[in-house]
């Protein structure tokens, strides 16, 4: 493994403990309870074992940091500077329904800017990770975004509702914001563009992205809901902002 802090040492252990918990509850699926939170938003009780056993591992390495999580909201502690933003379970739904598409998704936020973030995809045992100005790494070897030119040529990532159908070029909608974002990151996609989204979804993918090359629209990093994104590679980002805001 390449050259990692301590702080995304720890994101990845605690990543690692708390897959197996999906792994085992992912082939069991008949079992699992099941909360409707509001529409098409559900929580089971993996995610919030996954995400008991994620701040448990974070908080015996920085006990004093703040969190922000899917599940128990923001809990504010003595260091407010450095925030861990965690998504046990992106793409619950897909897990719902045994389709094995899903990640967990731990971001670090220090001095309102992610500085490190972690996406595991348990399944297919696929790991996106990356820190600020160290570069963006799939399974510990360095990835870059998509050199593509032409969007004829591109497949894109979509969700939510604005975004439903866009004329002319190739999407998916795979129902993980944090995979599309990494995808994206690894040239598996060449660009993601989706509203109404959550801190916690994006955080991750956010400095993932950025490290692999790839261009992201401002967020504000002080709202943790109703978030937009359009992400892509720089070679077709006007070219994508153009397609989309004509839709």
């Not at 509001?38 to 008991?52: I, M, Q, Y």
């Not at 004329?167 to 109404?196: F, H, K, M």
């Not at 809901?225 to 980002?237: E, G, H, T, Y």
């Amino acid at each position: 493994m390449n050259s990692i802090s301590a702080n995304l040492n720890v994101m990845i252990k605690a990543c690692e403990k708390a897959s197996k918990i999906l792994i085992r509850d992912f082939g069991e699926i008949e079992k699992l309870q099941v909360k409707k939170k509001g529409p098409l938003d559900f929580v089971t009780n993996s995610d919030l074992r996954a995400e008991k056993i994620i701040i448990d591992e974070l908080k015996k390495a920085k006990p004093n940091f703040s969190i922000l999580s899917e599940e128990v909201g923001y809990k504010k502690n003595k260091d407010t500077e450095n925030t861990w933003i965690i998504d046990p379970i992106d793409g619950t739904i897909n897990f719902l329904h045994g389709i094995p598409h899903f990640a967990i998704s731990i971001g670090l936020l220090s001095n309102d800017e992610v500085k490190s973030g972690l996406i595991f995809d348990p399944i297919k045992n696929e790991m996106f990770y990356a820190e600020k100005n160290n570069g963006a790494f799939f399974n510990n070897e360095r990835i870059r975004v998509s050199k593509k030119n032409e969007l004829s040529e591109c497949l894109f990532a979509t969700g939510g509702k604005k975004y439903n159908s866009i004329n002319e070029i190739s999407t998916r909608r795979s129902g993980c914001a944090a995979l599309d974002l990494a995808y994206v990151a690894s040239g598996r996609y060449d660009g993601y563009c989706q509203n109404n989204l959550n801190l916690w979804d994006i955080a991750a993918g956010l400095i993932i992205l950025q490290e692999a090359g790839g261009v992201i629209n401002d967020i504000d990093l002080n709202n943790h809901k109703n978030l937009n994104v359009i992400a892509s590679s720089p070679n077709i980002n006007d070219k994508f902002i153009k397609k989309i805001s004509n839709f």
